[in-house]
C-alpha cells in the first residue's frame, strides 16, 4: 500500500525515470528511510550493487540519480562537465564560505576563481621544496607536543589531526603559527557549515546565523584580510617566481633581499602568501584572503581524515608498518635534511597513501545537478531540468569486481606498475575527483601527507587503546574516524 501510494501521489515526478531501476520508494519518505540504517554512501552502494551503474532513487518526493558506472561519471565530471553543476550545498555554506568561493560557485564565476587561485599560480615544486624543511620542524614540534600531552593519557586522534593539519596550513599558507583563537573560529564556521547541509535549503535561506558564528566569521575574513594588507606592505612590487627545479624560492625584488620579513617565516618567506604576492596574483587583498583562508575548509578534514585512516591501517598492519620506517630511514634519514624527490619518490610512502585514500576516501560521493533550464540525457536515459546525480566515489575505490579484496589495507598493490596503470583522476581511483574541477589542493595535500606521515612514523610510536574502533563520522562533507585513542613516544634512534 504505501509503495502503490507513493507512486500515485508522486506519478508526475515518477514518469521521467519510470524506465530507471531502482530500489522501491515508499509513502512518504520514498527511499530516504533507508539512510537512516547507515551512511547514504553504504546505502548508495549497495543500490549500484543491486541495480547498476545509474539508479533512480526518491528521497521524499525529490527525485535523484546515483551513478556509479565509470563511463558516465566521466561524462558529468569529465566529457560533460559544463553541463552538470554544483547546486547542494551551495545554499547551506554561504557564508561560511563567500558564494564566489571557488569550491561552490559555477561557470562564468567559476572560471575566473580556478584560474587565479594561488595554488593554479604559482609553481608547485619550487613552493614545496622550499617549505619541507620548515613544514617539517613545524610537524616535529607538534608530534613532540602529543608525547608530551599522551603522557597523561591517550589522545583522541581525531583532535589531534585536525589541529596538526590546521596548523600545518597556517604555516604553509601564512607563514605563521597562528594562536589557539584561530582554529576555534574555524571550528565555529565548519560546524555551521556541516548542521546546515543537513538541513533543507528553505531554512538555510532564512539566513539565520548564531552571534557566536557572526563573530567568529567577521575575525576570520578581517584577520586574513589584514594578514594579505601586511604581506604586501612588505613584498613591494611582484616579481616572478618561475624556476622549476629550484628548492628554494626566494624574492629578489625591492624591498626585500635580506630583510627578516617575519620571525616565524625567516629571511626567504616561502608561505603561499608570499610566494603569489612576489609571482603576482591579479586577486585583489579581501579576494585573495578569502582563497587562501577558503584552503583550510577545503583540506584540513580531509588530510586529517586520510592521515587518521593511514596510522590506524598501519597500526594494524605491522608487516607494512614495518617495510614504511625501513624505506624511511633508507631514503629520508632523521638526522639530515630532506629532499623533494626523496619524499616524493619514496614508494612505500606513496602507496600507503593511495591505499588510504583508496580504502576510506574522505570525500566518499558528490553531487551535481543537471541543466535547471533544459532536459538532457545521461546513458540514453531523459533527465527532466535540475536532476540531482550522486556520483559514488565510494563504490568505484571499493567494487570487488575491480579490486582484490578491496576491503583489505595492502599499499603493496600499488606496486609494479599498477600506480601508473590507475593514477588519481582514473575511473576506479579517483579521491580528489576527475576533470576540470577536480580538488584544486591535491599536489598540496599529498605533499603534506607524505611529509606528515614520514615524520610521524619515523620519529614516533605510537600505540593505539584496546578499545580503538573506527566510528565515522561526517562533517562539513567528509568522512572522517573518530574513537581513535593512541599514546605516543618517541621512537628509539
Ligand atoms: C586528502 C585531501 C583532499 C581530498 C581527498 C580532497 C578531495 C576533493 C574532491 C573529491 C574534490 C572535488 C569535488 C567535486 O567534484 O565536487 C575537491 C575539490 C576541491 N578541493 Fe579538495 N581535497 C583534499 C584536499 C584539499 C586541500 C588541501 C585543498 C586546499 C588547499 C582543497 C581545496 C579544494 C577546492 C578549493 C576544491 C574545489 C575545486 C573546484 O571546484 O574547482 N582540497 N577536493
Not at 597562528?178 to 571550528?187: A, G, I, L, M, R
Not at 580504502?359 to 545521461?378: G, H, K, N
Given at each position: 500500500?504505501?509503495?502503490?501510494?507513493?507512486?500515485?501521489?508522486?506519478?508526475?515526478?515518477?514518469?521521467?525515470?519510470?524506465?530507471?531501476?531502482?530500489?522501491?520508494?515508499?509513502?512518504?519518505?520514498?527511499?530516504?528511510?533507508?539512510?537512516?540504517?547507515?551512511?547514504?554512501?553504504?546505502?548508495?552502494?549497495?543500490?549500484?550493487?543491486?541495480?547498476?551503474?545509474?539508479?533512480?532513487?526518491?528521497?521524499?518526493?525529490?527525485?535523484?540519480?546515483?551513478?556509479?558506472?565509470?563511463?558516465?561519471?566521466?561524462?558529468?565530471?569529465?566529457?560533460?562537465?559544463?553541463?552538470?553543476?554544483?547546486?547542494?550545498?551551495?545554499?547551506?555554506?554561504?557564508?561560511?564560505?563567500?558564494?564566489?568561493?571557488?569550491?561552490?560557485?559555477?561557470?562564468?564565476?567559476?572560471?575566473?576563481?580556478?584560474?587565479?587561485?594561488?595554488?593554479?599560480?604559482?609553481?608547485?615544486?619550487?613552493?614545496?621544496?622550499?617549505?619541507?624543511?620548515?613544514?617539517?620542524?613545524?610537524?616535529?614540534e607538534?608530534?613532540?607536543?602529543w608525547?608530551?600531552?599522551?603522557?597523561?593519557?591517550?589522545?583522541?586522534?581525531?583532535?589531534?589531526?585536525?589541529?596538526?593539519?590546521?596548523?600545518?596550513?597556517?604555516?604553509?599558507?601564512w607563514?605563521?603559527?597562528?594562536p589557539?583563537?584561530?582554529?576555534?573560529?574555524?571550528?565555529?564556521?565548519?560546524?555551521?557549515?556541516?548542521?546546515?547541509?543537513?538541513?533543507?535549503?528553505?531554512?538555510?535561506?532564512?539566513?539565520?546565523?548564531?552571534?557566536?558564528?557572526?563573530?567568529?566569521?567577521?575575525?576570520?575574513?578581517?584577520?586574513?584580510?589584514?594578514?594579505?594588507?601586511?604581506?604586501?606592505?612588505?613584498?613591494?612590487?611582484?616579481?616572478?617566481?618561475?624556476q622549476?627545479?629550484?628548492?628554494?624560492?626566494?624574492?629578489?625584488?625591492?624591498?626585500?633581499?635580506?630583510?627578516a620579513?617575519?620571525?616565524?617565516?625567516?629571511?626567504?618567506?616561502?608561505?603561499?602568501?608570499?610566494?603569489?604576492?612576489?609571482?603576482?596574483?591579479?586577486?585583489?587583498?579581501?579576494?585573495?584572503?578569502?582563497?587562501?583562508?577558503?584552503?583550510?575548509?577545503?583540506?584540513v578534514?580531509?588530510?586529517?581524515?586520510?592521515?587518521?585512516?593511514?596510522?590506524?591501517?598501519?597500526?594494524?598492519?605491522?608487516?607494512?608498518?614495518?617495510?614504511?620506517?625501513?624505506?624511511?630511514?633508507?631514503?629520508?634519514?632523521?638526522?639530515?635534511?630532506?629532499?623533494i624527490?626523496?619524499?616524493?619518490?619514496?614508494?612505500?610512502?606513496?602507496?600507503?597513501?593511495?591505499?588510504?585514500?583508496?580504502?576510506?576516501?574522505?570525500?566518499?560521493?558528490?553531487?551535481?545537478?543537471?541543466?535547471?533550464?533544459?532536459?538532457?540525457?545521461?546513458?540514453?536515459?531523459?533527465?527532466?531540468?535540475?536532476?540531482?546525480?550522486?556520483?559514488?566515489?565510494?563504490?568505484?575505490?571499493?567494487?570487488?569486481?575491480?579490486?582484490?579484496?578491496?576491503?583489505?589495507?595492502?599499499?603493496?598493490?600499488?606496486?609494479?606498475?599498477?600506480?601508473?596503470?590507475?593514477?588519481?583522476?582514473?575511473?576506479?581511483?579517483?579521491?580528489?575527483?576527475?576533470?576540470?574541477?577536480?580538488?584544486?589542493?591535491?599536489?598540496?595535500?599529498?605533499?603534506?601527507?607524505?611529509?606528515?606521515?614520514?615524520?610521524?612514523?619515523?620519529?614516533?610510536?605510537?600505540?593505539?587503546?584496546?578499545?580503538s574502533?573506527?566510528?565515522?563520522?561526517?562533517?562539513?562533507?567528509?568522512m572522517?574516524?573518530?574513537?581513535?585513542?593512541?599514546?605516543?613516544?618517541?621512537?628509539?634512534?
Amino acid at each position: 500500500m504505501p509503495r502503490t501510494l507513493f507512486r500515485w501521489l508522486n506519478r508526475a515526478k515518477f514518469a521521467p525515470f519510470a524506465d530507471l531501476p531502482g530500489p522501491e520508494p515508499t509513502w512518504p519518505l520514498g527511499n530516504a528511510a533507508a539512510f537512516g540504517r547507515g551512511w547514504p554512501w553504504e546505502r548508495c552502494a549497495d543500490w549500484a550493487r543491486d541495480h547498476g551503474g545509474l539508479v533512480r532513487i526518491f528521497l521524499g518526493s525529490s527525485p535523484a540519480l546515483v551513478v556509479s558506472d565509470p563511463a558516465l561519471i566521466g561524462e558529468i565530471l569529465v566529457e560533460r562537465w559544463t553541463e552538470f553543476h554544483k547546486d547542494a550545498p551551495c545554499a547551506a555554506l554561504v557564508p561560511v564560505i563567500t558564494r564566489e568561493s571557488l569550491f561552490i560557485s559555477n561557470l562564468p564565476a567559476w572560471k575566473a576563481a580556478r584560474e587565479n587561485h594561488p595554488l593554479r599560480q604559482i609553481p608547485a615544486e619550487p613552493w614545496h621544496a622550499a617549505l619541507l624543511e620548515p613544514l617539517r620542524a613545524t610537524l616535529g614540534e607538534l608530534g613532540r607536543g602529543w608525547v608530551e600531552r599522551s603522557a597523561a593519557g591517550p589522545l583522541e586522534l581525531f583532535d589531534q589531526t585536525q589541529r596538526m593539519t590546521f596548523a600545518a596550513f597556517a604555516r604553509a599558507f601564512w607563514g605563521r603559527a597562528v594562536p589557539d583563537t584561530h582554529y576555534d573560529w574555524f571550528q565555529t564556521l565548519a560546524r555551521t557549515g556541516s548542521w546546515r547541509m543537513e538541513l533543507p535549503d528553505w531554512w538555510n535561506r532564512l539566513n539565520w546565523f548564531s552571534p557566536r558564528f557572526r563573530r567568529a566569521r567577521t575575525a576570520w575574513y578581517d584577520t586574513y584580510q589584514q594578514y594579505v594588507r601586511e604581506a604586501r606592505a612588505r613584498t613591494g612590487p611582484a616579481d616572478s617566481v618561475t624556476q622549476a627545479d629550484s628548492t628554494a624560492v626566494t624574492p629578489t625584488g625591492p624591498g626585500r633581499g635580506t630583510q627578516a620579513i617575519d620571525p616565524l617565516v625567516g629571511e626567504t618567506p616561502c608561505d603561499l602568501l608570499h610566494v603569489t604576492l612576489a609571482h603576482g596574483s591579479p586577486l585583489a587583498d579581501a579576494q585573495l584572503a578569502e582563497a587562501l583562508a577558503t584552503n583550510y575548509f577545503g583540506g584540513v578534514f580531509s588530510c586529517s581524515s586520510a592521515l587518521n585512516t593511514a596510522l590506524w591501517q598501519l597500526a594494524n598492519a605491522p608487516g607494512e608498518l614495518a617495510r614504511l620506517r625501513a624505506a624511511l630511514d633508507r631514503d629520508l634519514p632523521r638526522d639530515q635534511p630532506w629532499t623533494i624527490a626523496a619524499l616524493t619518490r619514496c614508494e612505500p610512502l606513496d602507496h600507503v597513501i593511495r591505499e588510504a585514500l583508496r580504502i576510506a576516501p574522505p570525500v566518499p560521493m558528490y553531487f551535481r545537478s543537471s541543466p535547471s533550464d533544459r532536459e538532457t540525457t545521461l546513458g540514453g536515459h531523459r533527465l527532466p531540468p535540475g536532476t540531482n546525480l550522486f556520483v559514488m566515489q565510494w563504490y568505484a575505490h571499493r567494487e570487488d569486481r575491480f579490486w582484490e579484496d578491496p576491503h583489505v589495507f595492502r599499499p603493496s598493490r600499488w606496486e609494479n606498475g599498477f600506480a601508473n596503470q590507475h593514477p588519481y583522476g582514473s575511473p576506479h581511483f579517483f579521491p580528489f575527483g576527475r576533470g576540470p574541477r577536480a580538488c584544486v589542493g591535491g599536489d598540496f595535500a599529498l605533499f603534506h601527507l607524505r611529509l606528515a606521515l614520514a615524520v610521524l612514523v619515523s620519529a614516533f610510536d605510537c600505540v593505539f587503546t584496546p578499545d580503538s574502533r573506527p566510528v565515522t563520522e561526517f562533517f562539513f562533507g567528509v568522512m572522517m574516524p573518530r574513537g581513535l585513542r593512541a599514546r605516543w613516544t618517541p621512537r628509539p634512534a
